[in-house]
């Protein structure tokens, strides 16, 4: 065109447009990889295939040697929410020592019986665990509700299944750290004995998938809604009761030394972690839809 201006023609009708290009080039991946000269309508089919060595490659880009699309969405979602803790400094200046008031506050009502209060460890560990994911979930959900984020997440482009799987490695990453304080809180509180340090790790990580999971598909499920802030313990709370059961179990075990019977227990909470993750990268697309 005049002036070196360029038009970009988009039509169904190809040989029509073809009549009026001047230079015809293909896109792989927004990547250029042959260019030529237009040669007018089709009536040379074997002049307007691409060389031989300019052919356009088969392989997917990002090149196939890299991540899946849903891993490579997961870490883009969760490396987002991560920055944004770790910016905000929420979890160090207020989920953490909330986890531990917890802790502390069942220390001042079971400290005359100190038997007690260490038979009671592993259950208080949990509970402290599991009101901290229910902050962490919907810190997790609140954000998104900010400046239409959770509109901006739905169209993205981004893989569902990857979003969720983000979202739960985020919440995860947190939960971790925030269970390593609570490790110590009922060491140096409670006074309880730590053995069996690989069922501990194990047991910790499995449940802690379980609880991520659980949480990552109803804080969706909840998001939506104006009474989310309610409506999330109360979908929560009965579905994780497997999990609270076995992590006390097989934190109790390891506490004993009866590894046996927590390895029993690490069964049922893998089994319950491998279920919702299924479940939430299955249902997580109309679930981003619906709230």
Request: net charge positive.
């Amino acid at each position: 065109m005049a002036g070196g201006a360029t038009a970009l023609v988009a039509s169904h009708e190809h040989e029509r447009s073809q009549q009026l290009a001047t230079r015809e080039v293909q896109l792989v991946g927004g990547m250029v990889t042959w260019s030529r000269p237009a040669l007018g309508p089709w009536r040379d089919q074997a002049a307007r295939r691409p060389p031989a060595r300019a052919r356009p490659s088969t392989r997917s880009w990002p090149p196939a040697t890299r991540e899946p699309a849903v891993f490579r969405d997961a870490w883009l979602v969760a490396g987002k929410d991560l920055r944004i803790e770790a910016r905000s400094k929420v979890v160090l200046n207020q989920i953490g020592p909330f986890s531990l008031v917890v802790l502390l506050l069942f220390a001042f009502a079971l400290d005359p019986d100190r038997g007690f209060l260490q038979e009671a460890t592993p259950g208080l560990f949990w509970i402290a665990v599991l009101l901290s994911t229910l902050v962490v979930i919907q810190r997790s959900y609140a954000l998104e509700a900010v400046d239409a984020g959770r509109d901006a997440l739905r169209l993205s482009g981004l893989d569902p299944a990857g979003v969720f799987l983000g979202k739960a490695g985020a919440a995860f990453v947190v939960l971790v750290v925030l269970e390593v304080g609570l490790v110590v809180g009922v060491r140096l509180m409670y006074g309880a004995p730590l053995r069996g340090w690989l069922l501990l790790l194990v047991a910790g990580t499995t449940a802690t998938v379980g609880l991520v999971a659980a949480g990552t598909i109803y804080g969706a499920l909840a998001a939506g809604l104006r009474v989310r802030e309610t409506l999330l313990p109360l979908l929560f709370l009965p579905v994780v009761a497997p999990v609270m059961i076995g992590g006390t179990r097989a934190f109790g075990a390891a506490l004993d030394g009866s590894s046996a019977e927590g390895w029993r227990w690490c069964g049922l909470l893998g089994t319950f972690a491998v279920a919702y993750l299924a479940l939430g990268m299955l249902l997580f697309e109309s679930l981003l839809e619906d709230s």
